[in-house]
T-cell receptor, first 115, second 116 residues
Framework: DAGVTQSPTHLIKTRGQQVTLRCSPKSGHDTVSWYQQALGQGPQFIFQYYEEEERQRGNFPDRFSGHQFPNYSSELNVNALLLGDSALYLC??????????????FGPGTRLTVL | AQKVTQAQTEISVVEKEDVTLDCVYETRDTTYYLFWYKQPPSGELVFLIRRNSFDEQNEISGRYSWNFQKSTSSFNFTITASQVVDSAVYFCALSESIQGAQKLVFGQGTRLTINP
């Protein structure tokens, strides 16, 4: 049973560029959430996708956008990169259960460095 | 707003000692879920436990145990007879339900170092 996978593992970009990160959820899961983890901090919620729609969004600017595909995989796009966007980006998958918080299982993350 | 506080930034103990990681949370929800995750140097968050607000029974899994006390809004994690492999950053998290979507609110994490 494959777990959550993310690609690429590492990425180096320069300020102003755009980046796309990818995530495949755990088998049987239909919900994908994205988190940003700065060095030495806890993960911060970016947004969650279910049924190909953004269901909830954290306190992140519109430069951060996403997409979910019919096979439940997801992409995170960040435009006009800033130095402060350097972080570990974590994808988590879960099963949508409405008001019940299903366990979110995390992928290995993509480490983004902006120069 | 939901909030999770892990007051211990770093803990260092010698192998075989018992260690407790503290977690205090704030929420106005009557139904909520608490989690603990382990983050080894590789970076991947590893799920350890999920507990809902209706179940205050303590849980034990091998050398790991969790103490959930609603009266003090705490969900502490104890490792008994610690081992070097337990060295990692540990995060406590609280679920926040917003219009059917669930987001996790994490504490700042506690870096645990087990010395041989």
């Amino acid at each position: 049973d494959a777990g959550v996978t993310q690609s690429p593992t590492h990425l180096i970009k320069t300020r102003g560029q755009q980046v796309t990160l990818r995530c495949s959820p755990k088998s049987g899961h239909d919900t994908v959430s994205w988190y940003q983890q700065a060095l030495g901090q806890g993960p911060q919620f970016i947004f969650q996708y279910y049924e190909e729609e953004e269901r909830q969004r954290g306190n992140f600017p519109d430069r951060f956008s996403g997409h979910q595909f019919p096979n439940y995989s997801s992409e995170l796009n960040v435009n006009a990169l800033l130095l402060g966007d350097s972080a570990l980006y974590l994808c988590a998958s879960s099963l949508h259960r409405g008001a019940v918080a299903d366990t979110q299982y995390f992928g290995p993350g993509t480490r983004l460095t902006v120069l | 707003a939901q909030k999770v506080t892990q007051a211990q930034t770093e803990i260092s103990v010698v192998e075989k000692e018992d260690v407790t990681l503290d977690c205090v949370y704030e929420t106005r929800d009557t139904t909520y879920y608490l989690f603990w995750y382990k983050q080894p140097p590789s970076g991947e968050l590893v799920f350890l436990i999920r507990r809902n607000s209706f179940d205050e029974q303590n849980e034990i899994s091998g050398r790991y145990s969790w103490n959930f006390q609603k009266s003090t809004s705490s969900f502490n994690f104890t490792i008994t007879a610690s081992q070097v492999v337990d060295s990692a950053v540990y995060f406590c998290a609280l679920s926040e339900s917003i219009q059917g979507a669930q987001k996790l609110v994490f504490g700042q994490g506690t870096r645990l170092t087990i010395n041989p």
